[in-house]
């Protein structure tokens, strides 16, 4: 069945960066686009960014530019997603999720989610 | 920005309609989709496309738009049904991705 699963739980420091994996199976990675989506503590979803696999074109939320950076390995069927400059506001669940490259399409599966925690 | 505009709960009887909304500028004329969310759990598809329900998903659950509205029906509710639940469509004029701010579905 088509499954993504993510890196775990990750406790990183405001100023650093953190990356988090997104491991497609089930169906040919390189024929959907990734999205990104986040849930902060008691927030509701914020979609952050997509990613072509295929072509590696990219596309980022106008609050996330310059900050979040979407990259993949398609021999390894995952992709990534690189939050710098982290502070605590970043504190949140990050998701990934398949999305076929097309108009207004929807995010179908999700990942399980990856708790980043910004603490000093 | 494209603001899509959810009420922060809606509580509802086992066995009841729990109706969700989700306000737009002429939402009627996108993409609309739901997605239900529950502590500790991937955010799941629920509907897409205004109305079309994905393999698994019960029929109890259909929606529909107009105008500046779409709506999450849920019939016969049951407390399995108990979650957040989410709007989404995609802003064309920014090329992104946007979301509801959430209605907090409870099963009375």
């Known amino acids: 069945q088509v499954q993504l699963v993510q890196s775990g739980a990750e406790v990183t420091k405001p100023g650093a960066s953190v990356k988090v994996s997104c491991k497609a199976s089930?169906?040919?990675?390189?024929?959907?686009?990734i999205h990104w989506v986040r849930q902060a503590a008691g927030q509701g979803l914020e979609w952050m960014g997509w990613?072509?696999?295929?072509?590696?074109?990219?596309g980022y939320a106008e609050k996330f530019q310059g900050r979040v950076t979407l990259t993949r390995n398609n021999s390894i069927r995952t992709a990534y997603m690189e939050l710098s400059s982290l502070r605590s506001e970043d504190t949140a669940i990050y998701y990934c999720?398949?999305?076929?490259?097309?108009?207004?399409?929807?995010?179908?599966?999700w990942g399980q989610g990856t708790l980043v925690t910004v603490a000093s | 920005s494209y603001v899509l505009t959810q009420p922060p709960s809606v509580s509802v009887a086992p066995g009841k309609t729990a109706i969700i909304t989700c306000g737009g500028n002429s939402i009627a004329d996108k993409s609309v989709h739901w997605y239900q969310l529950k502590p500790g759990q991937a955010p799941v598809l629920v509907m897409f496309y205004h109305s079309d329900r994905p393999t698994g998903i019960p029929d109890r659950f259909s929606g529909s738009d107009s105008g500046n509205t779409a709506t999450l029906t849920i019939s016969r509710v049951e407390a399995g049904d108990e979650a957040d639940y989410y709007c989404q469509v995609w802003d064309t004029k920014r090329d992104q991705g946007v979301f509801g701010g959430g209605t907090k579905l409870t099963v009375l």
């Open positions: 990613m072509n696999p295929s072509s590696g074109n990219t």
């Open positions: 089930g169906y040919t990675f390189t024929s959907y686009d």
């Open positions: 999720a398949r999305v076929r490259p097309a108009m207004n399409a929807f995010l179908d599966p």
